[in-house]
């Protein structure tokens, strides 16, 4: 009798030495396990044999030195689940290495760049300002629906092209189709729930690229119809991926932004105060945010040679999760890591990653995330703020799906 082999990625060969991912409490607050984990094995072969990176310089310098890509000597995608096929990020710019990575991001750079946040900024400053005075009137709001998504969400429709009236349906496939980033490890009726997702937006984007190609617009959907057109290389499918992924990566991180940062804000309102006294700390409210909080716990690398991280030598085709959120609260690189201080003088935080991967949306990102919270704590000013009970989403990214408040 023959004994079959575990696949070599589910081998137990490591140890999430106590900072467990599926641990019901890493979700309410990963930071304590992330800390002992920085402490015991900055360099940690989990059991899923992976290696996860947590120290901030260590990171770094992968983002700088390793020689590393998407997927492995195969061909493969070290964290996608292999059954997930419609809509599947394989294709999407994330995954792909230079230079056809280099192609995909270019054709999107124009419409999620500097210039694309400025053209976007007063449609965002008025969504914004709708949102607080219905809040202001009803005496309090749903941080995550009433602000957190409504905002990125009108905005990520408008520069996809997308109809504001369906606009709701991304609300449940974006969040469920995050979990594609890590669906080979994930429970399968998880699994389903993402191909679904998948599915549905891969019909979706069928539609209104088919529809689209009579009428083009200056939306991006149009952009990339142009670009395939005029003979560039978007092959079939690709031009579909792509909008999957810049809906999801539009939508679910900045969610995690406006609700992520608000709540610190109101766990901390001697901060707020600091930020309604002086508005022009904005801007490095917002990278305290995402330092203290950030939306993507971790990204992913995999190593094209042997490289060497604080002492341990990883082979080649080593896949690596750089723990951005461990990174982000390094007391080597921080001072007093777990103080929300947005006052903080170097808050150069990893949260949109590093390398030619660098987050493409971070200008629209920070623009929504400036007039939420500004608007807020300019506007709020004088009430007392109360939290109801807090809800996490069922997104793979950090982000969560209610979190009621009442003013008083
Ligand atoms: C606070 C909000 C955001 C955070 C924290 C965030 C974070 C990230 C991270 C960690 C990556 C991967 C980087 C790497 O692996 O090195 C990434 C990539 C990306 N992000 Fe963002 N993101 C945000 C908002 C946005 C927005 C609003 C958009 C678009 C509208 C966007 C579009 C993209 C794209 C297209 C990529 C892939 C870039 C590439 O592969 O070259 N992101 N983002």
Redesign the pocket.
Known sequence: MTSSLPTPDLNPVGDWCGADPFAPDFRDNPYPSLHALRAREPVNLTPVNTWRISRYADVQTI?QKAKTGMTLADGSAPNFDPLDQRGSFLD???N?DDPE?ARL?LL?MKS?GPHTARLMEDEVKKSVEQTIDRALAQGGMEVIEDLACYV?SRM?CQ?MGVPQQDRGLFNEWTGARTNAFFGRFLPPEVQQRTRDAGSAMADYFDNLVRERRGRLGDDLVSALIRAEEQGDTLRDGELVVQAI??IV??YE??I??IGNGLRALLDHPEQLALLREDPSLINNTIDEC?RFD???LF???VLKEPFEVSGKLLPADAVIWQM?ASANRDPERFDDPDRFDIRRRDVSHL????????????S???M??RHALNQFAQRTKGLEIRQGNLEWSHSFFRVMARLPITFH
């Open positions: 983002f999407f710019m994330l792909k990575h991001r999107a999620l990125p990520i520069i992924g810049i990566a539009g991180t900045t995690g932004l995402l950030t939306p993507i990204n992913w690398r951005l949260s949109f990653g590093g390398g030619v991967h660098f987050c493409l949306g971070n629209l990102a920070r929504e995330g």
